[in-house]
């Protein structure tokens, strides 16, 4: 037991040895020799490369072991059939414990805007629309495995509803936010058709250029859209024809949100156990075998676009109302590719995992802000250790345990 | 007993349920089919067998609705349903799901079950062209939708009990045992209800013992279920003790019919599967 052990730190050493050694000898120039031109002197800073091989070595000690530990662990799980639960998923899972966490999040989440700043709010309110993004490409992405690039499109489409609408015929946010959702599920069902035949990288190419051809209609036709000027002064939402200061605005907005947010879940769960959620990953799973036992993979599928490009119209409404100001430079690839970032590392197909993805990865750049440049360095390297570590995301996505009426199957 | 054969017999006079005239397939100048022709009658158990590469598989999916067929006409007879009609169903081209849907259901040659979701749920998956509830009866869950649910889950567990997998109705089905992988793909199939069960090469991969156990359920659920059964096989032994009737191809074509006994004395079946007399 204890040779073996040894033996196990004994090569953790070696090949952490190793790697500090090479990234020495590959650092050399830049760490360690200084040239300068004027002087015309050479400088070794021989203290420079003692730093590079203990740093480098302590860390890949740490990623050696780390990784070791994940293999064992993955090939434990290999070996067992069945499903491991762990204690906190036991414990989430558990009504007695689920029903009071669940109620004090939702207190705290009410009290939010009382005991915190605008700022703080204000973030929240953002996080709060990737959320429900997130939740929204989930259906399309994690349950229904239908691979959508151009997700920020349906985002667009539902910020420019409620923009143009409300600059052309000062029609306020309540009567436009349906609207979004039904114009978001329209063109979810425009990009569907054609696509029904493809699947995996082929789909992905779509739906990208989906994305970018929205945009750049946004940004060329400027009769229709104003260009990338964009449209300012769009109204926020209305209370009853109150005035009220753009402080209570946010606080209105935030509430708006945690209702819209609480829907969103309420309904993203029930459908995914419901007989549609089921029949989307089996779709996910095994498309000709999913067709063969007679599901309709047309319908499924643009079921599925259309119910996430709902929410994405849904939450462009809220996004036009809350910026006051919208311009195409809001809706690029790089935030199709947050979103999608947010359901993958959130743990597909998984509600609570979407969800801590989006905060997570919404929260994570702005909180970092105080290491100001290096700031979008960690946050790439949360994401690759997250990857690492976690494949299936931060939360996996739990299947439903069905209670059987022994009586009735007897 | 008795009463159950004869019915059996009876049922054997009548319409087919499945006829399947003149079909050829090709892809591009391939021919895979020539010409078949294959009937199933009610409550029987036909076996589609010839050397590899004969045909078979692609036959089976010309009549599931995977290929549309080059020509010919296969046509399904339903005991019931909307589409029931007195003169069949034509089903060349039709959509698979709707093919299901009509009361064929098949496996796959290659297990095709959805790795991640429990053997339970793989079975749930085959009610789903029985059931209707929508988006609105998933979100509200009205006391309809929660009895259908519930009814699915109850059903499809005993459809569990019937292939002997209740023990195993909540782990992954990528987790299952080969064999019984196999059982549960029929178990699937038998959930949309069929009235013609189509099995691709069920026994492949399997010993002698579970190849038995295999046969002995086939037999049971013809009996229980009222259904027929169309399968490609490649078990001699299980084709020969199982089936009324036998069909048997090569490039394409039906080269021999009859039962069981007929076919092996064939001489061309003969020289089918075990080559030309260099003698003769």
Redesign the interface.
Known sequence: MKDTLMRYVVKLVRQALVASIWLSFLTLPIMVIRVDTIEQTVTWRWMHLAYMAVGSFVLALAWYAMMDRRDRGQAKKDLE???RVSALSQFLSDPRFAKPLMAFGFLVAAAFPWFFSLYQTNILVSAMIYVVLGLGLNITVGLAGLLDLGYVAFYAVGAYTYALLNHHFHLGFWAVLPLGAVLGAFFGILLGFPVLRLRGDYLAIVTLGFGQIIRLVLENWGDFSYGPSGISNIDRPGLFGINYSVEQATTYIYYIMLALVILTI??TA??KD??????W??LR??E??????????TRAKL?AFA?GATLAGLMGVVFAAKTTFINPASFTFMESAMILAIVVLGGMGSVLGVILGAFMLMLLPEYLRAFSEYRMLIFGATMVLIMVFRPEGLVRAK?K?????VE??G | MAQNTTDMNNQNTGNPVLSVRNVSMNFGGLRALSEVDLEVRPGEVVALIGPNGAGKTTFFNCI?G?YTPTDGEVTAYPKTGKRKRANGVRINGM???LV??LGM??T?QNI???????A??NV???R????K???L???L?PAA?RR????????S??LL?KVGLEKL????SR?LPYGAQRRLEIA??LA?EPFLLLLDEPAAGMNPQETEELKQMVIRIREEFKVSVLLIEHDMKMVMSLSDRIYVMEYGRIISTGTPKEVSEDPQVIRAYLGEDDDA
């Open positions: 059939t069945v499903e309420f309904v029930r459908l419901s007989r549609i959620g089921r029949a990953l089996a799973e095994d000709i075998a999913c067709q063969a036992m007679g599901i309709d993979n079921m119910l299947r345990v069905y209670k059987i009426n009735a199957a | 599931t995977i959509r698979t799901n299901c849907e259901a098949r796959f095709r079950l959805f790795p991640s979701m429990t339970l749920e749930m998956i085959g789903h062209c029985r059931t509830s929508g988006i009866g998933a979100v869950r939708t259908e649910e519930q009814e699915v889950v109850d059903n567990y005993e009990t109705a909540n782990e992954y987790n699937r199939a949309t």
